[in-house]
């Protein structure tokens, strides 16, 4: 495998060790060595001539080199070549020229030496790299690079991590590097990265524009290698997996340790990431080779999780399909994660608020601590808050009491608070995480006592009704990402009951929420209904069902209606002018000529046999239907006695828009005419 042209950080090695052990006596010294070994390089057909006239100033050095092999390195080389002009320098020589390689031209190289010191200058345009050799101290050789291109450096960097790709940077630093014999290369100094930008062929780990400063000691070999580093980030971004992190301007601490034997994994311990306020890290991680985690111990905190969330958990919270969910308060967490996902987690919570930005939920001022464990029982800990709201729907102060066993997080006692004037109750729940294959998994049950209806209908955007409402939920389970409900609910309002059957919820903390139901009606009292609706005025009572409910995203896309008056009612049934008006304007019919007409006119309430209007949606049209044929329409009112009254559809297709258009209209009392 060859390497390109920048990659030259061997070569000079190597060459300064070379020529610091040439002597320069005769007009012309040639030499050529067929291997040459060192601790880091393997030189193949090395051939040395040198041209120096008697009683002349300066001669003529010219080195060849068949192979540079640097494994250990990252680096390999092909036919160099290095010419230069040799002259005195004080008690040495120095010489200064190009150098070519088959892989192309290399950074120009000046070279002084003499028998205390070897001193080598690499340079392209504002590119600079010292190198540095003492005899009293062979083994170590000081480097020094100044605004180095991050690419130079890419071939030994590989070694270290073989996926990741280096696109752009710059590189300063200090370095101490040894070679001691049958020791491995250790390289010590301070280095610094400006503007880095790497990414790993997968696209799983990414950095942009990037700055460092960090204190480097290294030791590397074949049969260990152990990095320590301790600095500080500034700027830039970074990507790991789903963690997105936006680095603050502001240094933030970092510290590390890696150490690997042979080809194996990374261990990362001592672990820190300081960023004052925002996030404070420490831990240990466990790598594969592929550089993917096998376990992780983390501790976390958190003084300030609105700075946290902006720097840290973009990619977590757009992922769940809470973008832009709003963070305050304080959190720390303790995190023991292995291979198949989560083995114990620990938080506390300190004040801690959280907001949907599009009105899905509100949680304020929670605090707390809880703590769950994969095998085995944890410590039980109480979770207070001092509201929530969910969609609109606001509770009350509240506490919870929580226990892990066997990997299941649950209540220890149901949690009742006041919601809407009555009482809501979650009266069993608990939570299996996430763990390697299976999803997460959630059971629990609820009940509502005496909600106040006209403020559920307010918080709710519903027409002003009244009343109260109660129902129960005995089981729901979530899994997969679908809320399914067992049991059905039953729900006491308009002195009748709906009960919801087969409901389901698929995605319902993330994108696009899928719905799911069917919904019977049984007995209720049309007069308060109706008047909610500012529908004119109906008495009696109405039976009907909604099945193959679909909704998403909350507007509905499917469903079966079916609404009419309950046939076994034995009560007054009458019907007002004004909802005779909004019936005809919904059906999209008529009333007969005639003396119909005049007795709309004349009378303000009428008798009606039956009452009926169904709708089956699909594909955004209505299918509309009543309660008998009428014609090549159909009967929405079937009038009865004297004065008689029926009101009559003709719009058998009819656009769910301008359905419901039509159904905002007349509840807000836009008065349809009459022809």
């Avoid at 130079?152 to 101490?176: I, S």
């Avoid at 009266?427 to 006209?454: E, V, Y």
């Avoid at 009926?612 to 090549?632: F, I, P, Y």
């Amino acid at each position: 495998m060859h390497f390109p042209q920048r990659d030259f950080m061997l070569v000079l090695v190597v060459i300064v060790g070379l020529l610091n052990a040439t002597a320069v006596s005769a007009t012309r010294v040639s030499a050529k060595v067929a291997v040459v070994r060192t601790a880091i390089a393997e030189v193949r057909a090395l051939q040395a001539n040198l041209d120096w006239p008697d009683g002349a100033e300066g001669g003529r050095l010219s080195i060849e080199i068949g192979r540079v092999d640097a494994a250990m390195l990252g680096y390999r080389f092909d036919k160099l070549r290095w010419q230069c002009d040799l002259t005195r320098d004080g008690d040495g020589f120095a010489c200064a020229g190009p150098v070519r390689s088959a892989q192309g031209a290399l950074p120009s190289l000046r070279l002084a030496m003499s028998l205390a010191h070897t001193d080598a200058v690499l340079t392209s345009g504002r590119t600079r790299v010292e190198v540095n050799r003492l005899a009293a101290s062979p083994d170590a050789t000081r480097l020094l690079l100044r605004q180095v291109p991050v690419a130079w450096v890419q071939a030994f960097m590989r070694t270290l991590w073989a996926d990741a790709r280096y696109n752009k940077g710059r590189v300063d630093a200090d370095l101490t590097v040894s070679v001691p014999d049958a020791a491995p290369l250790h390289v010590a100094g301070p280095i610094a990265l400006a503007g880095l930008a790497l990414d790993t062929a997968d696209g799983m780990i990414a950095a942009e524009n990037l700055s460092a400063q960090a204190q480097l000691d290294a030791s590397i070999g074949d049969a260990s290698s152990r990095l320590a580093v301790k600095g500080s980030l500034r700027g830039g971004e970074l990507l790991a997996s789903s963690l997105y992190v936006a680095l603050p301007k502001q240094p933030v601490g970092v510290a590390m340790v890696a150490e690997r034997r042979g080809n194996q994994g990374w261990r990362l311990h001592d672990l820190r990431w300081d960023d004052p306020g925002a996030l404070h890290l420490e831990g240990e991680v466990q790598l594969d080779p592929a550089f993917k985690p096998l376990r992780a111990t983390l501790d976390v905190a958190s003084a300030s999780l609105q700075e946290a969330a902006a720097r840290y958990l973009s990619g977590p919270i757009g992922m769940a399909g809470l973008d832009g969910l709003q963070l305050t308060g304080g959190l720390r967490a303790r995190l023991d994660w292995g291979d198949q996902g989560a083995r114990a987690v620990s938080v506390v919570l300190d004040r801690v608020n959280a907001i949907a930005v599009d009105g899905r939920f509100a949680l304020a001022d929670i605090s707390g601590e809880m703590a769950w464990a994969r095998d085995g029982d944890g410590v039980p800990g109480t979770i207070r808050w001092q509201a929530a709201a969910i969609y609109g729907l606001g509770f009350g102060a509240g506490a919870a009491s929580l226990k892990s066993s066997d990997g299941e997080i649950a209540l220890l006692a149901p949690i009742s608070v006041a919601l809407l004037g009555g009482r809501f109750a979650l009266t069993h729940f608990a939570l299996n995480p996430r763990h390697g294959d299976q999803g997460a998994r959630i059971r629990l049950g609820m009940s509502l006592d005496g909600l106040d209806l006209g403020k559920l209908s307010q918080r709710l955007g519903w027409p002003p009704f009244t009343g109260t409402v109660g129902g129960t939920l005995p089981d729901a389970q979530y899994a997969d990402n679908r809320l399914s409900f067992n049991g059905g609910i039953t729900i006491a309002m308009f002195d009748g009951k709906v009960g919801i059957n087969n409901l389901a919820m698929e995605r319902p903390f993330g994108v696009a929420p899928m719905l799911a139901a069917d919904i019977v009606y049984d007995q209720l009292d049309l007069q308060p209904l109706t008047a909610a609706f500012g529908f004119g005025e109906i008495t009696g009572r109405l039976d009907g069902n909604v099945t193959n409910l679909r909704l998403l995203d909350w507007a509905p896309v499917q469903f079966d209606a079916d609404f009419h008056s309950s046939p076994g009612y034995k009560g007054k049934k009458k019907i007002s002018q004004r909802a005779v008006r909004d019936l005809t304007s919904v059906g999209g019919g008529g009333i007969a000529a005639g003396l119909q007409n005049t007795a709309l006119q004349m009378f303000s309430t009428f008798s009606y046999a039956k009452l009926g209007l169904k709708c089956r949606l699909r594909e955004n049209v209505c299918q509309m239907d009543g309660v008998g044929s009428a014609g090549q329409g159909y009967t929405i009112v079937d009038g009865s006695g004297l004065p008689r009254i029926n009101v009559v559809g003709f719009a058998r297709r009819v656009d769910w828009p301008v359905l419901v258009a039509r159904l905002k209209a007349v509840t807000q009392g836009q008065m349809p005419s009459v022809k």
